[in-house]
């Protein structure tokens, strides 16, 4: 398994990276690094979603140690490559479950479609696999089919679902959640909630009492804060990000459908911007299609170093 | 305010800036476009679709047309408006072709999370309801769990029929069925939703492909996340030469994102963005007008979609009353609160300044996180505990009346206060609206109600 798994994931990248490698090596191959080629490197970049703002300090640089040299296509790769590793260290950091908590409380949020259900479903899987208890929470009272969607996950994990009729309280659910997985010994209870726009004001205050709620019964809940983000969205995440900090305090986050044709570049510019942990990246719909972020390898596969 | 819509307020700056010199020259609209590209690709519109874009608009704009007019700024912005419109898709709404032999097939496909089995459930609603169809939603997504169970629930809530689920059936098994049932039990429209794919996946592309061969739909339609950042023109591109795609769906146009998706769309695949998404619930679906989106996009507002929306939820009554004292100029208490009540009907302030003239700048200027439903509520309760007399003559309330109003109304005296002032501000508004006129409005946009220099605290309304 170990071995189909980095290969996926360096599949998924070199081809999320596909274009921007071509345009780099046509723009690149043996060719001076004037204006014009920094005009064209900057497209590049803004193409792969970086946004102009990192893009724009990326090649500040370059102007500063590499104007006027005649440079190859491979110095770019690697030069931009560790660039943008640089920025994406300090937030690799992956989940740490304290099942000392018993339960350690993950509250799971972010924007319709983002694959949050799905990402619990890995999750919950991995957490099996630690020889950790997990339990899951369907807090999507909204959607139709939530609750069977989860609980087909629990089944595949044999992990319990809690579920509650359809609009039923989502915050009323993980407090009884909670209470039961106090009485069970479970380990990590897993809280999905329903998609929400972040400029929706009142849906995003629903989030904010499911936390004042868990906390009646233990203060330091939620330990984490999860924010499932779609790789393919584009600088809106940037708000997106932002709005859920400030209103649910997130922790960390996970990178959806990294697998697809995305470049997921808007990591970058979210690490720039608020330095938040990538706990793990999406590559799939299977349980095991959960992989851990390394920058290194992510600002290769984006770059095509 | 990131929350509001920054390509509208970028443009606003920039139009701003044309609009306060006399004559224009070359530089200037070369500078303006600059600001233009920069402010379309933080808006995520494809790289691309910018550049012809730019191109398009600078050919028109600089030379004799635009410098020797009369007022180069006006001119420069209706160039750029115009060209997003005809990069829209030009003006009107595209409807649905539903031109076949019945059962009419709709095939839904997209990328994972786009919203494909919700706007399923909405289209079908909108068939059923508008259009008197008898329509039969099937789910032919076997990948995702529950979403043929998900698909079937939309069903019922739209008060339309499912195809039964047969565990185990492929999706071509389920796809042959379903147009076998619409034949048989005379449906006229079977939409026939997908599961989420990758454009890269080349078995569930050759999967989706053999779909359409044999349902032969009249609309296979591309449901995009609005937003979606620069791959959304990859995605489009890869379905349309895989199924050919004759139309898209923008969902999700009720987040903050607006523009930038939609803007690429039709040029990369040529197909007409048909519909729009804007809620989860399943009449949130309109069809998609390119001039009110470009207005949006290029922060000259939505008039057409405000109207629309005000004269659904707007009491006609009370707001044609409203307008008399407001043309008298003796607007009170009275009528501040039963506008705060149609506020919170039309929804948030912020979707509303966002369609007005300006208003993408008002809104940010007036933060838009303060105007919650919640702040109006306890607005709405504090003129209530007023005495008739009080609504009428504002300047009767001093500070022993301000104390019982406050406890009346569970609120602080600060929170009086505050009212207070926001009603003066309003007041002032209204002033400014009557002596500016609708043309004046119209041409410089709510901007031009806007006092010159400010506190920052203030609120709206």
């Not at chain 2, 609160?337 to 300006?358: N, R, V």
Request: proline share 4%.
């Amino acid at each position: 398994m170990a071995l189909g798994f980095l290969s996926r994931l360096t599949q998924g990248l070199a081809r999320s990276a596909g274009k921007l490698t071509e345009g780099i090596g046509a723009v690149f191959t043996k060719r001076k690094l004037d204006e014009a080629a920094l005009a064209d490197l900057e497209d590049l970049l803004i193409g792969s979603d970086l946004g102009t703002d990192v893009t724009r300090r990326i090649i500040a640089n370059f102007r500063r140690t590499r104007f006027g040299k005649e440079v190859t296509d491979t110095e770019v790769k690697q030069a931009l490559a560790e660039e943008i590793a640089e920025i994406l260290a300090p937030v690799a950091r992956p989940l740490v479950i304290n099942p000392e908590r018993a339960p350690h409380v993950v509250l799971v949020v972010g924007v319709n479609g983002s694959g949050k259900t799905t990402t619990i479903g890995k999750l919950a899987l991995q957490y099996r696999e630690q020889g950790l208890k997990p339990m899951l929470v369907a807090g999507d009272t909204f959607r139709a089919a939530a609750v069977e969607q989860l609980q087909i996950w629990g089944e595949r994990t044999a992990a319990p679902v809690v579920f509650a009729p359809p609009n039923a309280d989502a915050a009323g659910l993980a407090f009884d959640a909670l209470t039961r997985a106090r009485a069970e010994g479970i380990d990590v209870l897993l809280i999905d909630t329903a998609g929400r726009l972040h400029n929706k004001s009142a849906l995003m205050e629903e989030l904010s009492k499911i936390i004042r709620v868990i906390r009646k019964q233990d203060p330091s809940c939620p330990h984490s804060v999860l924010l499932v983000l779609d790789a393919t969205t584009g600088q809106n995440a940037v708000q997106q990000v932002g709005v859920f900090k400030e209103m649910v305090d997130v922790t960390g986050l996970i990178v959806t459908k990294l697998d697809g044709s995305a470049r997921g570049g808007i990591v970058v510019a979210l690490a720039e911007e608020y330095g938040l942990p990538v706990h793990a990246v999406g590559v799939g719909e299977q349980m095991g299609d959960l992989r851990p972020f390394f920058p290194m390898d992510f600002a290769r596969g984006l770059v095509g170093a | 305010m990131p929350v509001f819509d920054v390509l509208s307020s970028k443009l606003s700056g920039v139009f701003d800036r044309l609009r306060s010199r006399g004559a224009l020259n070359e530089a200037d609209v070369i500078e303006a476009l600059r600001e233009v590209r920069l402010a379309l690709l933080d808006a995520d519109v494809a790289l691309p679709v910018v550049k012809e874009f730019i191109a398009k608009a600078r050919e028109r704009a600089v030379g004799v047309e635009v410098l020797d007019s009369v007022s180069p700024g006006q001119q420069v912005v209706k160039i750029v408006h115009d060209t997003m419109i005809e990069a829209l898709g030009g003006a009107g709404a595209v409807p649905l072709n539903l031109n076949a032999v019945a059962p009419v097939s709709i095939l839904m496909v997209g990328l994972q999370g786009s919203g494909k089995t919700t706007t399923s459930g909405k289209i079908a609603l909108r068939l059923f309801t508008k259009q008197r169809k008898r329509v039969l939603l099937a789910s032919l997504d076997t990948q995702r769990p529950a979403a043929q169970l998900q698909l079937a629930q939309l069903a019922v809530q739209a008060g339309v029929a499912s195809l039964p689920i047969i565990a185990g059936q492929t999706p071509l098994e389920i796809a042959i069925r379903a147009m076998e049932t619409g034949r048989r039990e005379v449906y006229d429209v079977v939409i026939l939703d997908t599961a989420g794919r990758l454009s890269i996946d080349a078995t569930l592309m050759e999967e989706v492909r053999q779909i359409r061969t044999l349902t032969n739909p009249a609309e296979t339609l591309l449901v995009v996340d609005a937003m979606t950042g620069q791959d959304a023109v990859n995605t489009a591109k890869a379905f349309n030469d895989a199924v050919g795609v004759t139309g898209i769906v923008l969902t999700r146009m009720d987040g903050d994102s607006r523009g930038g998706a939609a803007l690429s769309m039709r040029a990369v695949t040529g197909a007409p963005i048909k519909l729009t998404g804007s809620g989860e619930k399943l009449d949130a679906l309109e069809d998609f007008h390119p001039e009110r989106v470009a207005g949006r996009i290029l922060g000259m507002g939505d008039v057409v979609g405000l109207v629309e929306r005000a004269s659904e939820m707007v009491d006609q009554e009370q707001a044609e009353k409203l307008a008399r004292k407001m043309a008298k100029g003796n607007f009170d208490l009275e009528d501040f609160a039963s506008q705060l009540k149609q506020i919170t009907k039309m929804g948030s302030i912020s979707s509303i300044l966002g369609m007005l003239p300006g208003g993408a700048k008002l809104a940010s200027a007036v933060g838009d996180a303060k105007m919650d439903p919640k702040i109006i509520g306890r607005q709405v309760a504090i003129i209530g505990s007023m005495t008739a007399k009080e609504r009428r003559t504002p300047d009767l309330i001093k500070a022993s009346r301000k104390k019982r109003i406050a406890a009346g109304s569970g609120v602080t005296v600060q929170d009086v206060n505050r009212l207070l002032k926001q009603f003066d501000d309003m007041s002032d508004m209204m002033k400014r609206m009557n002596k500016l006129g609708q043309k004046g409005l119209m041409r410089q946009g709510l901007s031009a109600l806007m006092p010159q220099q400010r506190p920052q605290n203030r609120r709206p309304f």
